[in-house]
Nanobody, 115 residues
């Protein structure tokens, strides 16, 4: 069973940057999609960005031009580079791995952006 562990969250000032990582404990093979979601206090979890096993990406409108999702398949690791952070980016960030008929979530990492 693959497990996901996020890291890289923390406190940052508005306008700053953070890089989140999500390490998979096992090997990921075949067609799959890895994603970053976030959940702010009192709000529903929302998709931030996703990347397929072939490298196609998509982003939420709110983060386009500021966040970049990437993956290192050799290291089984997903990344989220977050630049020009805003207070509204404050949330717990989760990574997710999805393959046909199966998905796994990480435990989340907290990002707090102070204004």
């Amino acid at each position: 069973q693959v497990q996901l562990v996020e890291s890289g969250g923390g406190l940052v000032q508005a306008g700053g940057s953070l890089r989140l990582s999500c390490a998979a404990s096992g090997s990921i093979s075949g067609i799959n999609v890895m994603s970053w979601y976030r959940q702010a206090p009192g709000k529903q979890r929302e998709l931030v960005a996703a990347i397929t096993s072939s490298g196609s990406t998509n982003y939420a409108d709110s983060v386009k031009g500021r966040f970049t999702i990437s993956r290192d398949n050799a290291k089984n690791t997903l990344y989220l580079q977050m630049n020009s952070l805003k207070s509204e980016d404050t949330a717990v960030y989760y990574c997710k791995l999805a393959v046909v008929g199966f998905e796994v979530w990480g435990q989340g990492t907290l990002v707090t952006v102070s204004s």
